[in-house]
C-alpha cells in the first residue's frame, strides 16, 4: 500500500475527474468510492448526501485520491506531477507524451508551451480542465531511472528560498534520502544558492522540489497529502511534528510551516469510517483520535 497519497480537491466532480484520467493515463483504474452518509451532515453538506466523498484511483501503478467537495480550495500549479517518459523503457515515449499532452490539453492551458527547451528536449506545462498542473518530458535515456509520477513542490511567494529546509524536515520525518539537489549558482544574483531542482523520497518514495520566483501561486490545501499511518503513536508524532497552523486543523487535516496541507490518517481508516456514527466523530476532531471511534 502507497503510504502518502497525493489528494486532489473537486468541486463536486471529483469522480468525473477521475474517470477521466483512468481513460487517459496508462493502467488507469478506479480503485474505489466512499460517499458521504445519507444523514446525520452538518448544514454545510447536506447537498451532499450519498454522493461521492473519496474517489481513489490509480494512473500507472501510482495511487491518487480525488476529494469531492465545494469551491472553498482551487487547485493551482504551486504543487504539480512530472510526468517521465523515458524511452529506455517505452521506444514510443515520445509519441506516448504527445498523446498524452493533447488529451490534458483539451479544456486546459499550458503554463509552458510543449516545445525544446535547454533542460529538456520535449517538454510541456500543462494545466488541464480541472485545474490539476502536470509537467510532461522526455527522459535522457543515459540518466537515472525515475518513476513516471513524481510530485513536483513549487517554494514562490512567502516561501521562496525554503526548498532546501522543506526538504531537510520532511526527509528527517519520513525516513528519508536526497536524489539530486542542484543550486543556483553564485552568479545568479538574488536567488544564488536557492534550490534549482532536487528529487527526495519520502517512505521511500519519489518527490520533487525547487525554489522559484514571480509567480503568484502558492500552496494550498487544493493539493494536499495523505499519509497512511500505523497506529496513534505515528499519528502523534507526525502531527506534531507538522502542524504549524491551528485554525487548519480539522478532521486529520493540517497546514505545516511551508503551507503544505497534509492528512494524517490512520491506515485503518475505511474501517474505522464503516462504524456507527464515525462520519460525526470525525467532523469534530482535529488530530484523528483511532480510540474515540470505539
Avoid at 12 to 18: K, L, N, R, V
Avoid at 215 to 229: L, Q
Amino acid at each position: 500500500m502507497q503510504s502518502i497519497v497525493p489528494c486532489i480537491w473537486f468541486d463536486h466532480t471529483a469522480q468525473q475527474a477521475a474517470e477521466f484520467y483512468t481513460s487517459v493515463f496508462p493502467s488507469g483504474r478506479i480503485i474505489d468510492i466512499q460517499r458521504y452518509p445519507t444523514e446525520g451532515l452538518p448544514d454545510f453538506q447536506t447537498d451532499m448526501a450519498g454522493q461521492p466523498l473519496v474517489v481513489q484511483f490509480e494512473l500507472a501503478g501510482y495511487e491518487f485520491a480525488g476529494i469531492n467537495a465545494g469551491p472553498e480550495f482551487q487547485v493551482n500549479p504551486s504543487i504539480s506531477f512530472l510526468l517521465n517518459f523515458d524511452p529506455s523503457v517505452d521506444l514510443d515515449a515520445e509519441q506516448h507524451l504527445d498523446r498524452l499532452w493533447s488529451a490534458l490539453s483539451d479544456g486546459g492551458t499550458a503554463l509552458m508551451p510543449l516545445a525544446s527547451y535547454p533542460f529538456n528536449p520535449h517538454y510541456g506545462w500543462i494545466a488541464d480542465r480541472y485545474g490539476v498542473s502536470w509537467q510532461l518530458m522526455l527522459t535522457d535515456p543515459a540518466g537515472a531511472r525515475r518513476r513516471f509520477i513524481t510530485p513536483s513542490l513549487l517554494f514562490g511567494q512567502t516561501n521562496q528560498g525554503r526548498a532546501a529546509e522543506a526538504i531537510d524536515m520532511y526527509t528527517s520525518l519520513f525516513d528519508g534520502a536526497v536524489g539530486t539537489l542542484v543550486h543556483q549558482p553564485d552568479t545568479a544574483g538574488p536567488v544564488a544558492g536557492e534550490v534549482m531542482f532536487a528529487d527526495f523520497q519520502l517512505a521511500g518514495q519519489w518527490f520533487s522540489a525547487m525554489d522559484s520566483a514571480g509567480h503568484d501561486f502558492t500552496f494550498n490545501p487544493g493539493v494536499s497529502f495523505m499519509v497512511r499511518c500505523a497506529d496513534q503513536d505515528e499519528i502523534d508524532r507526525l502531527w506534531d511534528a507538522l502542524s504549524a497552523v491551528p485554525a487548519a486543523e480539522q478532521c486529520g487535516w493540517l497546514v505545516d510551516r511551508y503551507g503544505v496541507s497534509w492528512q494524517i490518517v490512520p491506515a485503518a481508516l475505511g474501517e474505522l469510517m464503516a462504524k456507527p456514527g464515525a462520519y460525526p466523530k470525525l467532523m469534530a476532531m482535529k488530530k484523528i483520535d483511532i480510540a474515540a471511534f470505539g
